[in-house]
T-cell receptor
């Protein structure tokens, strides 16, 4: 089945640790996105990539890093510099250019202990 | 900063009633999209309306767009308990791939 797979679904981290969230798609989409969702605040854009080996910062990129070495994969690293990393992270992709509908993964919930 | 603001933040109705959610935005858009999210899940695309369109239908969904008022509405007719979810509008500002999401409307449909 075609779709977007995020892993892990739940992740616990101690303060000071970096963690990497995986996002893989087999939809042959060019553009991929990472959003953060906090209760009552909707989705905020962290990073996005429109082509392999290229990515741009979104509205809240500080404390995060990404790579786009393969078309199918867009991992997100939450670094120890992120002050409040506990959140629900959503990965998405789109095929029809930057204005097309987004296809989302099921999300990864990160909790910092 | 959030581009879209949704109203109401929460809506509770009985099965069979219609549900209307509104989205207002601040700057010119290329298109506006509506998404649905069940609790703890990813978002699912519902409908996209372009800036030169005024109304669109998809099954029980009806979306309107008023660019002069910078607002859109999503109407769900004959609601069902399975429609219980959060609904988000998202605006494409034609800024190189960025979709800006509103804070969402939490819809509860009681059987």
């Amino acid at each position: 089945d075609g779709g977007i797979t995020q892993s892990p679904k739940y992740l616990f981290r101690k303060e000071g640790q970096n963690v990497t969230l995986s996002c893989e798609q087999n939809l042959n989409h060019d553009a991929m996105y990472w959003y953060r969702q906090d209760p009552g605040q909707g989705l905020r854009l962290i990073y996005y990539s429109q082509i392999v080996n290229d990515f741009q910062k979104g509205d809240i990129a500080e404390g995060y890093s990404v790579s786009r070495e393969k078309k199918e994969s867009f991992p997100l690293t939450v670094t120890s510099a992120q002050k409040n990393p506990t959140a629900f992270y959503l990965c998405a992709s789109t095929a029809t250019g930057p204005t097309g509908e987004l296809f989302f993964g099921e999300g990864s919930r990160l909790t910092v202990l | 900063s959030q581009q879209g603001e949704e109203d109401p933040q929460a809506l509770s109705i009985q099965e069979g009633e219609n549900a209307t959610m509104n989205c207002s935005y601040k700057t010119s858009i290329n298109n506006l999209q509506w998404y649905r999210q069940n609790s703890g899940r990813g978002l699912v695309h519902l409908i996209l309306i372009r800036s030169n369109e005024r109304e669109k239908h998809s099954g029980r969904l009806r979306v309107t767009l008023d660019t002069s008022k910078k607002s859109s509405s999503l109407l769900i007719t004959a609601s069902r308990a399975a429609d219980t979810a959060s609904y988000f509008c998202a605006t494409d500002l034609n800024q190189g791939g960025k979709l800006i999401f509103g804070q969402g409307t939490e819809l509860s449909v009681k059987p």
